[in-house]
């Protein structure tokens, strides 16, 4: 019986938990565009979180490894979330046009909406506990967390993402 409580309370505590919804964003892109979470209109749109801009070869490496994911399910759709601390209007200012000027791609320029917000609440809320890890999180239109992966992407992640959008494109009916 001894047993049978510590696999349960083992088991318990060795599952991810993950938020319900992502939380609500809106912000300017890099192209200068107003987005909000609800202009995601796909079956699934995988969400990067990174909080510092060292982790971005590891969005980088997740974005290049979607190439064949987004020729097979055109409806995918992603969008990168860089995740800093609330700024003045000026600090705002000079990082959204270091960002814009080291981007030159209008697609992917397009794709980036910078979040200014109290990092340990917002950590709490997407249900993350290492500010040194990007998340990635795929999302369904309707804004639940389907799926979370943590750190650089894997083939591991890849395979699970595609078996995701199989099944939730069956769901919705599209390619």
């Excluded at 939380?23 to 969400?47: H, Q, R, Y």
């Excluded at 990635?136 to 389907?146: E, M, N, P, T, W």
């Excluded at 799926?147 to 959008?165: F, N, Q, T």
Aim: hydrophobic share 45%; glycine share 6%.
């Amino acid at each position: 019986m001894t047993w049978l409580l510590l696999l349960m309370l083992f088991s318990e505590a060795a599952t991810e938990a993950l938020p319900t919804h992502f939380p609500n964003f809106e912000g300017k892109n890099l192209n200068g565009e107003t987005l909000v979470l609800s202009d995601f209109k796909a079956p699934v749109t995988l969400i990067f979180v990174a909080f510092k801009q060292e982790q971005q070869p590891q969005v980088d490496g997740w974005i290049n490894a979607l190439g064949p994911l987004r020729q097979s399910h055109p409806s995918f759709d992603y969008v990168e979330l860089p995740t800093i601390k609330p700024v003045s209007r000026i600090v705002r200012f000079m990082i959204y046009r270091g960002m814009r000027s080291g981007i030159k791609d209008a697609e992917k320029r397009a794709r980036i909406v910078t979040q200014y917000v109290d990092i340990p609440s917002y950590m709490e809320t997407l249900h993350l506990t290492d500010e040194d890890v990007i998340a990635s999180f795929a999302v369904g239109k309707d804004g639940r967390v389907l799926k979370r992966w943590l750190g650089p992407v894997s083939d591991d992640a890849i395979s699970e993402l595609s078996a995701l959008l199989v099944r939730r494109n069956a769901v919705s009916g599209g390619p």
